[in-house]
């Protein structure tokens, strides 16, 4: 099958790159999105999210005259959701005492309805957001037969899992490898055939609910793996054991490879996707749910290691340093160092927050300082919370001459003691006992 033109619904942090990357290509692109304020940026030549390497790829379509965007889709022989799927805010399910959230998948609803009036035959739909399974045969194949039409029969339709790691989208959506679910093996075949535009790593194709299963599988199986990691944190502190020096040699074994402890788990996939499976199959998720409950608990039990370093938190003047949802990235959403810092107020401490990679970010009920120098200067703890680079590689001699600080608390293995206390501080190190 040969491409040259596509529809992309959804211009977010994976649509976006997907479209350019087409574009760049060499195929026209019609890039889709309801939010004004997205296709206005992209108008202007300017992009709303960061992602290194995107503006000049997203530049670099848009001048070629191969990328355009537009707030409905149009006629094309591919169409691509790419659109997010969320939680309910106001609506749970529950199974046996447990409370499980629950995806809300209208914008996935939405995108394939505003494809009905411009579906053909021979058409290929492929739904990439990461969704429940079975989404694309009970809930995006229905809407789209509302055309008369037949999925597998007179159109091709797939699901296809973006599995690009943010900070490294560009690269990753070239080089990894690509599972493609078909409901029927040709609409897998087309699929695969579109991606064969860009994709080095290989093309894989299977069917629909499998490619669901596999996007849910990985997810869910980080954010278990992290959950035991945070585990272990809490029972090495009871022991009287280094859980990173514990870690670092159970990894000597062969077949282990445990992951790192942390104020918890962030981000739009890792802390989200599990409970796609939760939903689903409550009855049989009671491993994947606790592994949620424990990785949701560890901005409380940061703020209570805190509270243990502090003596009480009330009237304390904390430096936080670091709001972004993991290392070297400037993505705040579900950051649990964001929770963190939320709660540190709730007991009464006065947090002053520094985000190297956004220091503007208008986060509400939260003090950014301007600097890190602002950040510590008067503050009574230093509480790292990500592990940037720009962290690790703090002189702890030069933090002691700025800041009245003395005590250092390190949730993410950021700091060395041997440096840190011989130039003034206590440290405090989550996952060590005091
Ligand atoms: N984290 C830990 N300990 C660790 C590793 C991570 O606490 O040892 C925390 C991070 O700090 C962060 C969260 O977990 O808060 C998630 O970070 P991550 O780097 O594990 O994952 P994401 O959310 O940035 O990207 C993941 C990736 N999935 C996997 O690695 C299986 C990526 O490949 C997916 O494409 C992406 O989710 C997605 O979009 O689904």
Known sequence: MNFQKICVLGLGYIGLPTASTFATHGLKVVGVDINPHVIETLRKGEIHIHEPGLRSVVGAALSSGNLSVSFQPEEAEAFLIAVPTPFYHDRHGEYEGRTYRLADMRAVSSAAEAILPHLRKGNLVILEST????????????????????????????????????????????????????????????????????????????DATTAEMVKLMENTTRDVNIAIANEFARLAEKFGVDVWEAISLANRHPRINILNPGPGVGGHCISVDPWFLVETAPELTALIYHARLV??????????????????????????????????????????????????????????????????????????????????????????????????????????????ARLAIDCVNGWDRDLWEPAGFQVFRLGVHP
């Open 131 to 206: 969704s429940p399974p079975r989404t694309t045969v009970d809930l995006v194949q229905p809407i789209l037969e509302r055309s008369g039409l037949k999925a597998g029969v007179d159109f091709y339709l797939c699901y296809s899992p973006e599995r690009v790691l943010p900070g490294q989208i560009l690269r990753e959506l070239v080089e990894n490898a690509r599972v493609v679910g078909g409901i029927t093996p040709e609409s897998a075949e087309a699929g695969c055939a579109l991606y064969a535009t860009f994709v080095k790593g290989e093309i894989i194709a299977t």
């Open 295 to 404: 990785n949701d608990g560890q901005p409380h039990f940061v703020v209570a290691r805190v509270k243990q370093a502090l003596g009480s938190l009330n009237g304390k003047k904390i430096a936080a340093l670091g709001l972004a949802y993991k290392p070297d990235v400037d993505d705040l959403r579900e950051s649990p160092a964001v929770e963190v810092v939320h709660l540190l107020q709730k007991e009464g401490a006065q947090v002053k927050a520094w985000e190297p990679f956004k220091p503007d970010a208008n986060l509400e009920g939260i003090h950014m300082a301007p600097s890190l120098a602002a950040a510590v200067q008067d503050a009574d703890a230093l509480l790292l919370l990500v592990r940037h680079t720009e962290f690790t590689n703090l002189k702890p001699v030069e933090i002691a001459s700025t800041s009245i």
